[in-house]
């Protein structure tokens, strides 16, 4: 194009002068280096959170374990402590991770998408929904239909959300919340009263699971479960980044840039309902993970999509391994649901937001 | 690049968009040639910014025939319209924490695939655009903490990283202090003799006669009158369009229309009819005479 042409020579001056601060935030410098030190971060996660426990193991021990189911190395390990690293922890630490990383991918493009810093799937009623869909199924006796009711309840409950804030005066962060707010009311009730009314036993730690969040059940079914949404819609939406940054300036502009609004919005947020309601088919409604990450992360990388996605996925995976260690640990031999966990952290994240919402209106 | 020829620029003709059962653009034909300065003029709700949302394709025209060059706008894909043309609308709501250069970057976006990082060239051009904008020296700060002279740069510069052909701004001028708007408007007539065409909606009759080569007043979503300003800016049509009294003077450096409304002895502007929004439909009403009329 001809129109600054004339004046690419002052460009590649004024280019020359700043890259001695391209190592700032929002630098891909610096979003390169986060990224790996988070993937080593993971890694060390998984193998030192699998040795925590009322078993005694080390690190080489896990490794050892991991490197003879992969066909890598012969078994070491007495079957019984191979169990526990195999059947026991490694699934529940995997699960914690995909539903961390799927959980704040959730969060991100749900932030962007509505414009609002407080959007995250627990936040506005998609974790509750899928808690019910899952429930109900599970009671029916239909445990193969379990990801799609999940995925059937988070849609119904994101619908529910955004028509009755849209209903109330518009998508402002304030209206979206107090609609999630409602909408995650009726949702967790209806969860707690099939619960009650089918249980037979323990409907209380059962209720306080699916409300709260657990993985105390993860086995590898559950990686299957949660892994299988994360690869196949959790990944494709890392690649939606230059989409979501295109929403920075709302919709008018985003349809200016060339994005097909109407269309790209529900796509989206059908895929975060799909993944949510997969992840909470394994975990329940594990809330604040699709909060207190992505604003973590832009702390350190800014604001741009492209760098936050899958950073937010990393440090959400990161997050969730340690937060469910401690859930398990903590209070030996009883286990907290994670979610009252992520809640104590995930609480002041929330009114922090609010605050700075405020000064900045 | 494509070469200039015959028809090169904007030309859009019987643009009509109903909202409900309300017609707010009419049947409007509009031509902005490469290179030259419009000015889309009117009183609040006259269709300003739906038309500038139409030929943006933003919002899709009920009937239509853009042009662009000569190629035909309705039917271009949406990521090339945004290739060809930028919007910089008014009065956006600033996203938090972005830093100005990565707004700017954001014009890119029609160039780039979904995947990958900004190639050397994307750099280029952002830097190229925001010095073009003069919004260079805050590049790294955050556009939510900048004045809204220095913001107004940014949208510029954005727009510019698109690389467009055809210009549209939504009363780029609106909150800015003078030397801003001067500043913005200054850019806009260099871009446009760089060869950029440019549609600017604007409030302003007398910075809107100095910079545009030619003027479009719109009323109640159709044309009302369309030239340059010297042609199109009388007393009669402001006082048919805006209800108001107005003497057109000539600037004493330039030349061009400067517009001085009169005023009554009690310091009130001397409307011609009460209701400044129905004046327009009802044209002809205009009041008493000038301010001698109101003279106690």
Known sequence: ?361 | MSALRPGAGLEASRVSFARGSRLVVDGVDITVPRGAVGALLGPNGAGKSTLLHLVAGVEAADVAALTLDGDDLVSLRRRERARRIALVEQDVQAPTGLRADHVVGLGRIPHQSAWGGDTSRDREIVARSMLAAGAAEFAERRYDELSGGERQRVNLARALAQEPELLLLDEPTNHLDIRAQLATLGLLRRLADDGLSVLAALHDLSLAASYADHVVVLANGAVVAAGPPAAVLTPELIRTVWGVEAHVLRHPSTGRPLIAFAERADGHAAAASTDGADAAATSVIAGPGGPEGFAP
Do not use: K
């Open chain 1, 1 to 361: 194009m001809t129109v600054q042409a004339s004046r690419s020579t002052d460009a590649a001056g004024a280019a020359s002068r700043r890259p001695a601060r391209a190592a700032r935030r929002g630098g891909p410098a610096r979003a390169i280096g986060a990224g790996l030190a988070l993937i080593g971060l993971l890694a060390a996660s998984v193998v030192l959170a699998v040795t925590i426990g009322p078993a005694g193991l080390a690190p080489a021990d896990v490794l050892a374990s991991i490197a003879a189911h992969l066909g890598l190395g012969e078994a070491t390990l007495s079957p019984l402590r191979d169990g526990i690293v195999w059947e026991l922890r490694m699934p529940r630490v995997l699960t914690a991770a995909a539903v961390g990383a799927g959980l704040a991918i959730c969060g991100v493009v749900m932030q962007a998408l509505t414009r609002n810093p407080l959007a995250d799937p627990y936040l506005l009623g998609l974790s509750s929904g899928a808690s019910v869909g899952a429930v109900v199924v599970l009671v029916l006796g239909l445990a193969v239909a379990l990801p799609v009711a999940a995925f059937a309840g988070a849609l119904a409950a994101l619908a529910a959300t955004l028509g009755l804030a849209r209903a109330a005066g518009g998508l402002s962060p304030t209206t979206t919340v107090l609609a999630g707010l409602a909408v995650s009311a009726v949702f967790g009730a209806i969860t707690s009263l099939v619960i009650f009314w089918s249980a037979t036993n323990d409907s209380y730690r059962e209720i306080l699971n699916w409300l709260l969040g657990s993985l105390s059940g993860a086995d590898w079914a559950a990686v299957v479960l949660a892994g299988g949404a994360l690869l196949l819609v959790g990944v494709p939406l890392l690649t939606t980044g230059r989409t979501l940054d295109a929403f920075a300036f709302g919709d008018t502009a985003a349809s200016a840039l060339g994005v097909h609004v109407p269309r790209t919005r529900a796509l989206l947020l059908v895929a975060t309902a799909l993944l949510t309601g997969a992840l909470v088919a394994v975990s329940g409604a594990i809330g604040f993970v699709g909060l207190i990450l992505p604003h973590a992360v832009r702390l350190v990388v800014g604001s741009r999509h492209r760098a936050l996605l899958p950073l937010s996925a990393l440090a959400g995976a990161v997050f969730l391994i340690w937060v469910d260690t401690g859930a398990r640990t903590l209070f030996d031999p009883r286990e907290l649901p994670v979610g009252i966990l992520t809640a104590l952290v995930g609480g002041p994240v929330f009114a922090a937001l609010m605050l700075r919402a405020r000064r900045t209106p």
